[in-house]
């Protein structure tokens, strides 16, 4: 363990600074999974989480509304057509700014949005700015925009007359804009970002002055934390050239990027749009010990989570209006209110109740600091599938735990990936959390044609299971098995039936209808849109690949009918089958005064101990089963 330890440092540490510069962190873009938040994160006062459920409360955390300000170019240029689209630059910038706006609606509708448009001949604005239109103020979307958008992407909309369009514009004034929408909003804000949609890759040629106005303004703005992107298209037959104006206004990345390609098609400008749409936030930022003194400073994220429904909101009857939840505990005796420091909790042990305060509880569940500490390694082949007992989350260096953490963890990394091994850590997300065993298991970066990162470089954190959560089979005995010859063609019918299966391209259909139902529902229409199913199997097809096959192996085992097999409630003769006969409760070998003393009750189900409860003449009889136990617990008592 020591040399495999050693040697992945030593072989890429040498020679390195502050881990941002150079050593192995250079071969991988480090910088597009980092969130902005300075402020250190140890897992400790509800931050972070381990379980997909917690994401929700991780996110809790960060405080304000996530902002968006979408600024298109609006210049003439911008309204030829592209040559893999049938339909303008501009129209093009809408429909990624239509989806935006829905899926916001979907997934977070107290986000803010606006829209602004430059290069305009007419202008809009609070400073009177040229040539600088405000489409959408910085509020909430809403049906009303969407459909504002749909009347400007309309065949025969005269946007000509409507706004026009201008060179003359100025990129300084246009941002301007945008920090004063920020600053005017009243609303507490969380992250604030400008993505600039436009084909021109040298705006301001002519007027250098005009250049370090803007260039200006992108960095004070940025200054004040307020993040710039640029989503740039290519123009018909041209190159896109990033360095010469773009890359100060919206550089790539701090730590040398690569920058993407030109997006030639609206499906890669709304892949864009939709990664820079939301903020990556990490569940929880902590530290990563290696060995003793030797820490590195990690950042764990959510890459996949399951997609739910959103919650729905409390109404008034009458007036519409959302109406708040309050709680309030009243004591059974004395119907007056509970203060917070009047309620303990308490655990049944051997019959009697031992009580504990809040503290005492936040005591007995800490276990350790929060933190990840490596225990060893092990080869890959050692991780099996049946491992994964949950969804797995991810791992990143974050520089604002420990400076240096880049350079450390890319050399972790190589070696990992170099000689095959997953890293086995004891894992411990927060002060109260319970310690997890999990295997981080090493992922190199891989980039597409466009150069956009599609997979990033870090660690999968696997969380392996406990020696109870293992089980073993119980087969029933007697049972006929399958010869080899059925085994050879059900194995061929399988292998026939095999396709390749990608999660991305595989929507969850109740999700789907329910989603296009909300949003004819906002957008006052009829009907709500037709969306493909593909979770349907295309059963003509399957059954053209395995009809001799299926054929063959139904003689083998005897002429199998799969109808009559699939029947309902009656049987092929067309008779009832028979109804279940109610088993009746053994009572005789129950003691229920020994088993209440020995604090064996909850080894009861629920019909066996209301029948003790019936015999113990207790009423009214609960329905829940700790409701029950409690009072049977409570009879002996007073016994």
Not at 484 to 490: A, F, H, I, K
Not at 602 to 628: C, F, Q
């Amino acid at each position: 363990f020591f040399f495999f330890f050693s040697s992945c440092f030593c072989a890429t540490m040498s020679g390195t600074g502050s881990g941002t510069g150079s050593g192995s962190d250079s071969l991988w873009n480090w910088g597009s999974l980092r969130d902005d938040d300075d402020t250190p994160d140890y897992g400790g006062g509800g931050g972070g989480a381990a379980d997909a459920d917690d994401e929700e409360d991780a996110s809790q955390r960060y405080k304000g509304k996530d902002c968006v300000i979408l600024l298109v170019d609006s210049s003439r240029s911008m309204f030829d057509k592209m040559e893999s689209e049938d339909r303008s630059y501009f129209n093009l910038c809408l429909e990624a700014a239509k989806t935006l706006l829905l899926s916001k609606i979907v997934s977070s509708d107290k986000d803010l949005v606006g829209i602004v448009l430059y290069g305009t001949e007419k202008d809009k604005n609070e400073n009177k700015f040229g040539h600088v239109y405000v489409l959408q103020e910085l509020d909430q979307p809403d049906a009303k925009r969407i459909r504002n958008l749909e009347d400007i992407m309309a065949d025969g909309y005269d946007f000509e007359s409507k706004f026009g369009h201008s060179e003359n514009y100025s990129l300084n004034d246009a941002l301007w804009t945008c920090s004063n929408l920020f600053a005017n909003s009243g609303q507490k804000m969380g992250d604030k970002r400008i993505m600039i949609f436009t084909n021109n890759d040298s705006p301001h040629t002519d007027n250098p002055a005009l250049q370090r106005q803007a260039l200006t303004k992108a960095k004070d703005l940025q200054d004040i934390g307020i993040e710039i992107d640029l989503l740039h298209l290519c123009k018909s037959g041209q190159k896109f050239d990033y360095g010469k104006f773009w890359n100060d206004i919206a550089p790539a990345s701090e730590e040398g990027e690569a920058v993407p390609e030109a997006a030639s098609g609206f499906d890669i400008l709304l892949q864009r749009v939709r990664r820079k749409q939301n903020k990556k936030r990490s569940l929880m930022r902590i530290p990563f010990k290696l060995h003793d003194g030797l820490e590195i400073g990690v950042g764990v994220y959510s890459l996949v989570a399951e997609t739910k429904k959103g919650s729905y909101q409390w109404l008034h009857r009458d007036t519409n209006e959302e109406v708040s939840t309050k709680v309030r505990y009243i004591c059974k005796d004395t119907t007056q209110p509970l203060l917070p420091a009047d309620i303990k909790s308490y655990f049944t042990y051997g019959g009697e109740r031992a009580v504990f305060t809040k503290d005492e509880i936040q005591r007995i569940k800490h276990f350790d600091n929060p933190g990840l500490l490596l225990m060893g390694f092990k080869p890959m082949d050692r991780l099996k599938k049946w491992h994964n007992i949950k969804n797995s989350l991810f791992l990143y260096p974050d520089e604002t735990v420990i400076s240096g953490s880049t350079t450390a963890f890319a050399a972790l990394l190589d070696r990992c990936l170099a000689q095959k091994k997953v890293a086995i850590c004891r894992l411990i997300p927060r002060i109260t959390s319970s310690p997890f065993f999990v295997a981080l298991l090493p992922q190199a970066e891989e980039l597409d044609e466009h150069d956009e990162q599609v997979i990033p470089p870090g660690f999968h954190v696997i969380f392996l299971p406990f020696a109870e959560d293992m089980r073993k089979l119980n087969y029933e005995r007697g049972m006929e098995k399958a010869d080899d010859r059925q085994v050879e063609l059900m194995s061929a019918i399988v292998k026939k039936l095999k396709a390749k299966y990608i999660p991305d391209n595989f929507e969850n259909p109740a999700l789907q209808k329910h989603f296009k139902n909300l949003e004819a529902l906002a957008l006052d229409r009829d009907v709500p849109e037709d969306f493909v199913d593909y979770t349907e199997p295309d059963v003509d097809q399957m059954a053209k690949k395995t009809a001799k096959l299926v054929a063959e192996f139904n003689d083998t085992v005897g002429g199998y009918d799969p109808e009559a097999a699939a029947g309902g409630k009656r049987s092929a003769s067309g008779e009832d089958k028979p109804k279940r006969v109610k088993q009746e409760l053994d009572m005789d070998a129950i003691d229920a005064k020994e088993m209440c003393q020995n604090g064996t009750l909850k080894t009861l189900t629920v019909p066996y101990l209301k029948e003790v409860a019936r015999g113990l003449k207790i009423k009214p009889l609960p329905t829940k089963k700790a409701d029950i136990i409690a009072k049977i617990e409570a009879h002996f008592a007073r016994a």
